[in-house]
């Protein structure tokens, strides 16, 4: 078998790789959109808050370190 099996199967590996990357690029810009879109929300909804209402949201504090 000579090198052009071998090619072939490096362009094909390629192109799914380009694929998958394309694809994973798509998904980190709409992830990044909607971060950015809760943060907004987020935001929005803290300042509408009551200070009794946004001391509920503080997580407690760790009793030591995690085991």
């Known amino acids: ?6 090619d072939l199967v490096k362009s094909h590996l390629l192109l799914a790789v380009r694929e998958e ?10 992830l990044s959109e909607r971060r950015a879109a809760l943060e907004r929300e987020n ?3 803290r300042a509408l808050a009551t ?3 946004l001391a509920r949201l503080r997580p407690p504090r760790p009793h030591g370190p995690p085991a």
């Open 21 to 30: 990357v394309e694809l994973l690029r798509e998904q980190i810009k709409e």
């Open 1 to 6: 078998m000579g090198g052009g099996g071998g």
């Open 43 to 45: 935001g929005l909804l």
């Open 51 to 53: 200070p009794q209402q």
